[in-house]
């Protein structure tokens, strides 16, 4: 019996893998616009419904999860998933891609808590539930270097065959994952001290902490909204590449030096920070960097230093949490930690919900135009820091 609780924790290494062959991330944008026939203002409204329908589908997918087993929400997860993809490469419609995101939302509520509760009680049927940071820790990892493997694969996929092949190979590869998650050995609840809570409770009980926190407060406050406005960068850039004629078979490869130079950066940002005698001037200066990177883009039609200068964004502006990390968690007690970063995800989950016809409009209009406005919003923003270096 051991064994087979043993097997969860390798077969959800390889979960995490196949949901990471990711053929259609490096092409996205291109497979919407140039196969989907969207403009790239209906894009973002996609996915302003797509971050509201997994905020209403967390509370259903909860109780899915309670009621039926863990197994058998991963397994709805994956196959949610997999229907979403097929249901994107069948033919380009705006109402067809909205059923698609919606299953596709669903697929995420169903596997947002319920994966890392899985991995806690199938370590706690052998008494190993200590080791649970590490294994998300590795799973994580996993689903990334996938995802790095299959961005150029992805690029190729679409230069040499088709866009819309990119999406059809996806829906393939994640029947992949639930293959996989029907093979899982459902745990026993041996206690309840990893319990999954509902959303919305979830919500209110870290808005009461929120409320109470001064420091927490001002934290959240410069690290959200500058973190948003370097988040449209995942959506622009494929645009950028466009407009400065990189072929698209190249993006994949860029995307993948993009991961790479995320990771590297993830374990130096706070490295840096331990060292630096002034962690408000650290955290000024990495805004000021994104601020003129930002802008520096907006100028920047030259292949190279466009390519440089995303680079410099994904390593100052991607890795930018990690300084806010022990200031947040020192000012949370240990059982409210995943109520109150999960209350700060999703305030900047849903200003970006707001934000997105808007840069949707913007960028119809000029990409530049948006890089240059999101680089000057982040210079005024971080005239308002206050976060001071002991909150840090």
């Not at 088709?162 to 029947?175: E, R, W």
């Not at 999101?374 to 308002?384: A, K, Q, R, S």
């Amino acid at each position: 019996m051991e064994r087979s609780y043993k097997s969860n924790i390798f077969k959800i290494y390889f979960f995490s893998f196949i949901l990471g062959i990711h053929t259609v991330r490096a092409v996205y944008i291109p497979f919407m616009m140039d196969w989907g026939g969207l403009s790239f203002f209906q894009i973002m409204i996609l996915q302003s419904y797509f971050t509201a329908m997994i905020v209403i589908l967390e509370i259903p997918s909860g109780a899915i999860a309670d009621l039926l087993g863990r197994k058998i929400a991963l397994i709805l997860s994956a196959f949610s998933i997999a229907s979403a993809a097929f249901t994107y490469s069948i033919i380009p419609n705006f109402f067809l891609f909205m059923l698609a995101e919606t299953l596709w939302a669903f697929g995420v509520a169903l596997s947002s808590g319920t994966s890392d509760a899985f991995v806690y009680f199938s370590l706690k049927s052998y008494g190993k539930e200590k080791k649970l940071s590490t294994i998300l820790g590795r799973s994580q990892m996993i689903n990334l270097i996938a995802l790095t493997i299959s961005a150029p694969i992805g690029s190729l996929i679409a230069q040499f065959i088709s866009l819309q092949f990119t999406m059809t190979c996806l829906a393939i590869i994640y029947i992949g994952a639930l293959i996989v998650a029907l093979t899982f050995k459902e745990p026993k609840l041996i206690d309840n001290y990893y319990r999954q809570e509902h959303y919305w409770k979830i919500i209110i009980s870290g808005f009461k902490e929120l409320k109470k926190n001064k420091i927490l407060r001002i934290l959240a406050f410069d690290l959200v909204p500058i973190n948003v406005l370097i988040f449209f960068l995942f959506w622009t850039y494929q645009v950028y590449l466009e407009a400065i004629n990189i072929p698209i078979f190249v993006f994949g490869f860029i995307l993948s030096l993009m991961n790479i130079i995320n990771a590297i950066f993830s374990l130096l940002i706070p490295f840096l920070l331990k060292k630096s005698s002034n962690k408000r001037m650290f955290l000024i200066l990495l805004n000021l960097i994104n601020g003129v990177a930002f802008i520096s883009l907006g100028f920047t039609r030259i292949i190279p230093i466009g390519i440089v200068i995303l680079l410099s964004i994904v390593a100052f502006g991607y890795t930018r949490y990690f300084i806010f990390v022990d200031g947040i968690n020192l000012q949370i007690e240990s059982e409210n930690r995943a109520t109150v970063l999960s209350t700060i995800n999703m305030f900047g989950s849903l200003i970006r919900a707001l934000i997105y016809p808007f840069v949707g409009l913007i960028v119809e209009w000029s990409v530049f135009a948006v890089f240059i406005i999101i680089g000057i919003l982040i210079l005024v923003l971080t005239i308002f820091t206050r976060s001071k270096s002991e909150f840090l």
